[in-house]
């Protein structure tokens, strides 16, 4: 996952935050994601025009560690109910993550299934 917070899906982390916070919570979550203006400074001095940005997390923004989080709590989640059980005559196993504060990595004996987690988390 390269710039994990810069994948976040917007809609997809609202989504599972409904579930979580209360309504007021959420409409500052989505005041804070829908008004995201990006930036670019080189030695200090801005060098282009600021754009608006409707992907991802904003940066240095002490709430994003946190949404990414949530967002990659949920897709672990969602791939461990879409893997099949282990069948232990094969010896075939659920893949394992290690996960850190911005990145996930999937350990695994069976490639049908790293893709599958792939997928799911595109």
Known sequence: ???AFDTINRNQILD???TIIKEDELRIVRFLLSNTE???TIN???KA???MSNVGTPQGD???PVLFTIYLENALREIRTTLPEPNSSYG???PSEITYADDVNFIGHDYANIAKI???LE
Do not use: D, H, W, Y
């Open 1 to 3: 996952m390269s710039a």
């Open 49 to 51: 025009m600021p754009f």
């Open 118 to 120: 792939q997928e799911t």
């Open 44 to 46: 200090g001095s801005s």
């Open 92 to 94: 075939r196993e659920i």
């Open 62 to 64: 002490s709430l994003s």
């Open 16 to 18: 599972v935050l409904k």
């Open 38 to 40: 990006i930036n670019t």
